[in-house]
């Protein structure tokens, strides 16, 4: 019997990642007891995603027992327990509430044709409704409501990207599991990206600037301004890939008062507290959780954050 900790979530990354490990090492119906479980944050949820998906596809039951009511309801409207079956847990009869604007339902996204629309569906949906009556600043032409939804569309995009080009190189059938929250009484925006691909040391193994083949290293050179696999290591067939996309996600959580936690492997890293490794927690994939302040989100300039194009080589022109 697996047994789930009182926390699923970012800050217990390590710990969330073990859980899932041990339930994927499961043999036969995956029996869970969820009797301590307290708090599930997107991070956790997109984890709870990936990791039901992999039992489901070896062809394994799920059976999860003794859920306290209040988490039943809340992860049933999340549809974290497709396909799982519920054991004396109380179940969801209340009728659906649109709660569009607060969060966004555990999704899976399996092509890279998607990842564009998906971006602005959910980046939208965190941001609420639009007051149709405002009116576009004249110098840039967005208006208020677009300044908020950009600096979260372009994160979802980098990130989900990534998950379904980099993170496929180990796997080709890797996918990305993102869920979204909006936490009013914080005015905190919650979101958590899980792929179960290669991982940052699989893809940035034979990069000549890590000089430790570990997963925390790994981690830590892939959040750095303009270091990616493909440019550094010569693989041409994306030659689009510049090395900005993680470090610009990172950069926008920071200015709207936030924080990103990254996981992959037996390491996680958070960009305000602690980085490390453990020995028996292993995530086959990356695991990204987003936090933000939504007010903030309207000081954030994403073009202000990009990193700097100076070692570009210039492109030749030529007058004639
Ligand atoms: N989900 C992932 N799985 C595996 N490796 C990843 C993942 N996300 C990022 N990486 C690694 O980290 C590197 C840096 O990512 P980043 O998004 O900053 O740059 P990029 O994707 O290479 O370029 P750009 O985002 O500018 O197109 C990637 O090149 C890749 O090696
Ligand atoms: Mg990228």
């Known amino acids: 019997m697996n047994i789930f900790p009182a926390y699923l979530s970012a800050p217990s990354a ?5 859980v899932c490990q041990e ?8 029996e869970i007891n969820a009797g301590q479980l307290r708090y599930v944050d997107p991070f956790g949820m997109a984890m709870l995603g990936a990791c039901f998906n992999s039992v489901r596809n070896k062809g394994c039951a799920i059976v999860v027992r003794q859920l306290s009511a209040n988490l039943s309801g809340y992860l049933q409207r999340m549809d974290v327990f497709h396909g799982v079956e519920l054991v004396d847990c109380a179940h969801n009869t209340g009728a659906r509430r649109d709660r569009s604007g607060e969060l966004v339902e555990l999704t899976q996204i399996a092509n890279q044709a998607d990842v564009g629309d998906a971006a602005y569906r959910l980046a939208k949906a965190m941001i609420g409704r639009e007051d149709t009556n405002e009116k576009p600043d004249e110098m840039s032409g967005y208006t208020p409501y677009e300044r908020l939804v950009e600096p979260l569309q372009y994160a979802l995009n980098e990130l989900l990207e990534n998950a379904l080009t980099h993170a496929r190189r180990g796997n080709k059938y890797a996918c990305v599991w993102v869920a979204s929250q909006y936490y009013p009484k914080k ?4 979101l958590g990206v899980v792929d179960n691909g290669c991982g940052f040391l699989e893809s940035l193994q034979s990069h000549s600037e890590l000089l430790q083949k570990r997963h925390l290293q790994a981690i830590l050179l892939a959040l750095r301004p303009r270091i990616s696999c493909n440019r550094d290591l010569g693989l041409f067939t994306d030659s689009v890939n510049q090395g900005v996309g993680l470090t610009t996600s990172c950069r926008i959580a920071e200015h709207a008062g936030g924080r990103m ?10 960009t305000t507290g602690y980085s490390g490794e453990k020995a028996d927690a292993y995530w086959q994939g990356v695991g990204i959780a987003m936090e933000v302040s939504r007010t903030k989100l309207a000081d954030v300039r994403v073009r202000e954050l990009l990193p700097s194009l100076d070692n570009i080589p210039p492109v030749n022109l030529r007058f004639e």
């Open 187 to 190: 005015d905190l925006i919650r």
């Open 23 to 30: 339930i994927l090492d499961s043999e036969g119906v995956v």
């Open 261 to 270: 936690i990254l996981a992959s492997g037996n390491a996680m890293h958070s």
């Open 14 to 18: 390590l710990i969330t990642v073990s």
